[in-house]
């Protein structure tokens, strides 16, 4: 009987990653369970609506075809894969358990096999402004509009960088809203250096093309080298200020202007999801795109304690890599189990890994455009709150380092940073990037998460 | 090279210390080397000043106690030991006492002259009953300390709800230890850190000491990875893992060793706490941003620091037992600390016979943010070649080697 619970293969995250690292597994005759803390597979990206309706006028063609895709790579292997949606990973218990939450309480879920597909979440950029009611995240802002089927505003403007403004304004303005301007933060001319890098994915570069025509055919202001400043408003956003950047993204305040919104959606990159692979201790190191990141093999598997993390959690690629990083972590894990022969195991890699490359070139393209420039930093005020959760200000960050602190754990345990609920997640990259600023680049450390991952009732321990 | 008159190996409560009263309280050349490791007792400590509270076995060592008694009984087969209060020896309490006493006035000298805040709170410290059995193990408590009795008050029930009014109704009534009180913990490592900054005091943080020089009998500096930093003398005050440096500065051994503790937080609350709880599941403490922590587990498991249900299960019923208002609360986050436990529960203090240039600070178990003070103050005495203000003898090492020989 435990034999049997214990060759299980455990997956955390039921995105592209997960659940193709399931469909992988299927195939070569190896059960999983996959863990989501959604109602539905398919991950933030390919989740779709969470109620039912019948026409999705702002989703894209692309997008209905990745969320059947996925769909219809579960629906040929259910019956080799368990789905536990609803249910969360509070961490690990004991050497080869998770301990899991859901409706009806904790439970205890065994693993043989360990893949993490956590994904990741938004890299958040304070600036004067940035709690009012209607400054969203750029991704919070397509979940409301493809999963809850939600105008996020009605007069909305953009402001990040990457491929991602140019969708979430499309999308917003097919679901009838206002777009009032897009600004990406890095020059155009950045963009044109890297047409060969982008040309990896003709195809993803035409849509991204199509975009941009589908924005001028509809008059919506699109403005490179441009970026946030401050957000105002009383008790709701009422306006924005948005400025030129400099090449290190500082923004030329006497150029600003002033543009009236009633929400927006702030993009400046996203972080790897690695709370729990940092709870089951496995190593990491630094990176800039991604934040920390599991040291892994070329398998996308760790030296300690053996388990797979593969997508965005291991490093933001998105959901085409994810979906072949998966692969590769299930291949690897059916060679391990005996179920393929290693010459099968390299033929099929071969391939996947021929489409990762090609994936990566085009996405290391965009990253070199989007790199993250310093005077980000620079738009949070002294008074500029930078952790949430505790209310910390800018310049007790200033006060600590002036002090002497050299590391994110001394940081965190002067100020409060990152000791919040939500352990981090929001601050702590403003903070190592902080740090990195302050010249503090050796031994910093990170904010190390805690169990359990979320908060739990205490009524759960009766 | 680097030379320094004392080098300090270890910046949690206790190394702190001694770093900013040397550096108060004399013109030395002074280093303090630390790297934060999975475990620091300091930062995972609840940050009770429960003087009398833990001298008599309340607190963290009424777990201790019970898990003793547990241990006891299940080597012993079915004969299950009487539950008794657990007190510490009166070298203890003085020690205790006098560190405890020194609070007030540090708190001041901190704000004034260090403009840090460690977040002192006079709160007092509730054994919280139950029941006659509860009863009887407090009133073995007081008849143990009758010199300490203008320090207790007993609260009857009706007392007890007008001063905890969330504590259950369950409850028959509590002793309050009035001189007991809290302070933040990480806030109190720090202001000793900035205090001795702001003092000359070079700090080295997420450094690691290697290795001891030694010449001879003689311990003359420590190596981390990338330098050597000499000394006059050395002090140990490396927690949980004292006996590795105690071991390459004299070449035998001591018995420190790691006692892991689980704690477990809340989200933050309005104020339901007047006071610290102690009862015989767990203690509770209600922090200055209201986040209620409880703790804490005693368990001998190596250097592991891992959190494991069945204890933060055990801590929140006891908790929630004695707090019913919990149950509307959530678990925040748990963590485990490593104390460094001594066989007979004393701290490990002062010179070594048979070598030079070393002093030990170390085995304060489970009270080393309350005796923090007092163990940085006799190090200073010691190293300024003065006569320790108290007793050092029933805390120095040669106490477990007697015992050895003893045995042997």
Known sequence: MTSQTHDKVVIVGGGPAGTAAAAELACHGLKSVIIDEAPKLGGVIYRGPLRKTDSLPHLDDNLKRAMTALQTRYQAHRESIEVKTQTRVLGPEGSNQLLLSDDSGLSRQPYGHLILATGCHERSVPFPGWQLPGVMLLGGVQLQLKSGLVRPGQRMALVGTGPLLPLVACQLHKAGVDVVGVYEASPFAKLAKEAVALLNKPKLTLSGMSMMSYLKKHKIPFKYGWGIVSAQGEEQLSSIHVAPYDSQWRPQRDLAEQVAVDAIGVGYGFVARTQLAMLLGLEHTYSKVSGYVPALDEWHQSQNHSAFVVGDSNGLLGADAAICEGQLAALRLAWQCGKITESELFSRATKVNNKLARIKKFRFGFDRFSDRQPGLLSLAQPQTVVCRCEQVRKEQLDEAIAQGVKDITSLKMRTRIGMGDCQGKTCSSYALDYLHQAGLTENIGVIKPRFPLDPIPFTLME | MKKYDVVIAGGGAVGAACAYFLSRDTDLKIALIDLKKPGNASRASAGGLWAIGESVGLGCGVIFFKTLSKLHSEAQGKEVPVMRPHQLPDCFFEFALTSNNMYPALHQEMLEKHDVDFKFERTGLKFIMYNEEDRLYAEQITQGIPH???????????????????????????????????????????????????????????????????????????????????????????????????????????????????????????????????????????????????????????????????????????????????????????????????PDELPILGPVEGVEGYLNACGHFRTGILTSAITGQLMTELIMGKTPSLDLTPFSVERFEEAEQKAG
């Open chain 2, 148 to 342: 300490l009795a203008d320090q207790v008050r007993w609260l009857d029930a009706e007392q007890l709800k007008k001063e905890e009014p969330y504590v259950t109704d369950d409850a028959i009534g509590a002793i309050d230890f009035i001189c007991d009180h809290q302070v933040n913990p990480y806030r109190l490592v720090d202001a000793y850190l900035e205090g001795a900054r702001q003092n000359g005091v070079s700090l080295y943080l997420n450094t690691e000491v290697t290795s001891v020089i030694r010449n001879g009998n003689v311990v003359e500096g420590v190596k981390t990875s990338d330098e050597v930093f000499f000394c006059d003398t050395l002090i140990n005050a490396s927690g949980a893992w004292a006996n590795e440096l105690y071991q390459q500065a004299t070449g035998r051994t001591m018995p420190v060793y790691p006692v892991k503790g689980q704690i477990v937080l809340s989200e933050r609350m309005p104020k339901i706490m007047n006071g610290c709880i102690s009862t015989s599941d767990c203690y509770i403490a209600q922090k200055d941003n209201g986040e209620i922590l409880i703790g804490s587990s005693t368990e001998e498991k190596g250097f592991d620091t891992t959190n494991s249900l069945d204890k933060i299960q055990e801590l929140s019923q006891g908790a929630m037992k004695c707090l019913p208002i919990l149950k509307e609360s959530s678990i925040k986050r748990c963590w485990a600390g490593l104390r460094p436990g001594t």
